[in-house]
Nanobody, 119 residues
């Protein structure tokens, strides 16, 4: 079982940067995809970015492409979401989640971290 702990959320002005971290605890993460998802008040949860642990294949939603990047540190078992040029519409609770490769849905979730972007 994978356990996930996020950190790094906070308040930032539009145009600024923020980096979220997700520490994954598991015996092995080789077969996992780690993703960042977000949910704003009154909106559906949105997939932001994901990374396969073994090959570091990344994917980001069109809404954040060119502004957000996802990366991982194997030794620290940590996945980062680097956010640049943030916008007020990026305001949401950001969740780190894990799923096995080939699975449609994420099955393990962190507690979430709030990101608030002010204009």
């Amino acid at each position: 079982q994978v356990q996930l702990v996020e950190s790094g959320g906070g308040s930032v002005q539009a145009g600024g940067s923020l980096r979220l971290s997700c520490v994954a605890s598991a015996r092995t993460l080789t077969n996992y995809v780690i993703g960042w998802l977000r949910q704003a008040p009154g909106k559906e949860r949105e997939r932001v970015c994901s990374i396969t642990w073994s090959e570091s294949i990344t994917h980001c939603a069109d809404s954040v492409k060119g502004r957000f990047t996802i990366s991982r540190d194997d030794a620290k078992k940590t996945v980062y979401l680097q956010m640049y040029s943030v916008k007020p519409e990026d305001t949401a609770v950001y969740y780190c989640a894990a799923k096995l490769r080939g699975s449609a849905e994420y099955g393990r979730w962190g507690q979430g971290t709030q990101v608030t972007v002010s204009s």
